[in-house]
């Protein structure tokens, strides 16, 4: 498969440099990790029961505690689905995907009820058994570094805190959440945030400074060979 057409891509070739024109993967879908985008503002900010949502079982959930338990824990999922889905790759609902990353070590439950994951390294492997996406992962990397690394087959997840939903509000930490990368220019990135709220949902840019300060110094690419 080749890469979709509608990839904005500056050159024929591609490897491509911080000051080479923008670089950008237009009409990657945006998903939230919630059941609905509408509905993210008011489970984030307002504590409402996720299940109130009418879409909640969208993602392949049927039982309403498991789905109160994982979504909010499902940013890395959801930007893998976006990435599947864009280059068209099959792939099973986000409820059993969840169970195949539990499977492979993805995520593991700790005794105190809690959840360590997504760890990166199973979700590599997994992911290149499973659909043949070569993932790197990148634990020590500036964005910069880890946006020039996009080309015409290639994304990015990248951790950041969950407080890039408010990019003009000073932040308490780094890192704690999963955003996709899908373009860059010499100035920043293009992303799509799984909990993002309103206009910081889908196709959101900030500066390489801006995502800096919500930045936690890791991520992963992820590459698409086609056939």
Same mark, same amino acid.
């Given at each position: 498969m080749s890469a979709p057409a509608d990839f904005l891509r500056?050159?024929?070739?591609?490897?491509?440099?911080?000051?080479?024109?923008?670089?950008?993967?237009?009409?990657?879908?945006? +998903?939230?990790? &919630?059941?609905?985008?509408?509905?993210?503002?008011?489970?984030? !900010?307002? /504590?409402? @029961?996720?299940?109130?949502?009418?879409?909640?079982?969208?993602?392949?959930?049927?039982?309403?505690?498991? +789905?109160?338990? &994982?979504?909010?824990?499902?940013?890395?999922?959801?930007?893998? !689905?976006? /990435?599947? @889905?864009?280059?068209r790759i099959e792939h099973a609902p986000r409820a059993a995907l969840l169970d195949e990353a539990l499977r492979h070590g993805v995520y593991r439950m700790r005794d105190d009820g809690g959840v360590d994951g997504l760890i990166y390294r199973p979700f590599a492997a997994w992911v290149q058994e499973a659909f043949g996406v070569r993932v790197d992962v990148l634990p020590q990397a500036s964005i910069e570094e880890i946006a020039a690394?996009?080309?015409?087959?290639?994304?990015?997840?990248?951790?950041?805190?969950?407080?890039?939903?408010?990019?003009?509000?000073?932040?308490?930490?780094?890192?704690?959440?999963?955003?996709?990368?899908?373009?860059?220019?010499?100035?920043?990135?293009?992303?799509h945030n799984p909990s993002g709220i309103g206009p910081q949902q889908a196709d959101v840019y900030l500066p390489f400074a801006t995502m800096t300060r919500f930045y936690a110094g890791r991520g992963m690419t992820l590459s698409w060979p086609g056939r």
């Open positions: 500056p050159h024929s070739s591609d490897h491509v440099s911080m000051n080479e024109p923008t670089l950008r993967h237009a009409g990657v879908p945006y +998903y939230t990790q &919630w059941g609905s985008p509408d509905w993210v503002r008011a489970i984030v !900010e307002r /504590a409402a @029961d996720p299940c109130d949502d009418p879409g909640w079982q969208t993602s392949g959930f049927t039982d309403p505690q498991r +789905y109160r338990f &994982w979504a909010k824990r499902l940013c890395g999922l959801t930007c893998l !689905e976006s /990435a599947l @889905d864009y280059w690394r996009l080309d015409a087959r290639t994304l990015a997840i990248v951790s950041v805190s969950p407080e890039i939903r408010y990019p003009d509000e000073p932040n308490q930490r780094q890192g704690g959440h999963l955003v996709l990368l899908h373009g860059r220019d010499a100035g920043g990135v293009w992303f």
